[in-house]
């Protein structure tokens, strides 16, 4: 595709469910990035693959966060057992190699009742 | 005390309006530094990179001042669609560390 694409673009939990993110970045990027933004904040990193090599999973908040992208294209990030400070949107990005410039997705807003 | 520093804002201004942006950042070894804008409830998108030479793109000129670790951003002749919030990012081993973002509220 064109863009970077997230799925779903809502989703609602209650405390204590796991939910599963999606990403299908543009075709060919080699780098994807998973960002959680809280309301009235700036996008915080949370991890970085190259390929299907995860590279940097220093921001991912508890062993609750996973990321996965197993074939080097689609990421997928699940949260389990969420719980309501997991309420965020979850960017994810790419980009055809490194941490320069990024392309975004429209995000995943995640609230967790 | 955050890696990246901006203030928040809201800058309200007139049509026609100068406004300037600044960000200071606190890792000496960053070696890449951009704008990007967000509109409300969409995602980040790159405005500009930054060199220390200064670079401009139309109405918008961005700054780096790498001895003081500050980044500027200076847009002249404001628009109403130059109303958005605008983060400072700088690039940090591989990653983006993104400022919390100045608002612009540019009115008629």
């Known amino acids: 595709g064109a863009g970077v694409s997230q799925s779903p673009r809502y989703k609602v939990a209650k405390r204590g469910q796991d939910v599963a993110l999606r990403c299908d970045p543009i075709s060919g990027h080699v780098s994807l990035f998973w960002y959680q933004q809280a309301l009235g904040q700036g996008p915080e990193f949370l991890t970085y693959?190259?390929?299907?090599?995860?590279?940097?999973k220093s921001g991912l908040p508890s062993d609750r966060f996973f990321a996965e992208r197993p074939e080097g294209s689609v990421s997928t990030l699940k949260i389990q057992r969420t719980q309501q400070e997991d309420s965020a949107v979850y960017l994810c990005a790419s980009s055809v190699t490194g941490a320069n410039v990024l392309t975004f997705g429209a995000g995943s807003r995640l609230t967790v009742l | 005390r955050k890696e990246v520093e901006q203030d928040p804002g809201p800058f309200n201004v007139p049509e026609g309006a100068t406004v300037a942006f600044n960000c200071t950042y606190s890792?000496?070894?960053?070696?890449?530094f951009f704008w990007y804008r967000q509109d409300c409830r969409k995602e980040p998108k790159l405005l500009m990179s930054?060199?220390?030479s200064g670079n401009e793109d139309g109405r918008f000129t961005a700054q780096l001042n790498r001895a003081s670790q500050y980044i500027s951003l200076l847009i002249r002749d404001s628009k109403l669609s130059d109303s958005a919030t605008y983060l400072c990012v700088v690039n940090k081993i591989q990653k983006l560390v993104f400022g919390t973002g100045t608002r612009l509220l540019v009115s008629p």
């Open positions: 693959f190259q390929n299907e090599a995860q590279l940097d």
């Open positions: 930054v060199y220390s």
């Open positions: 890792n000496s070894a960053s070696q890449s």
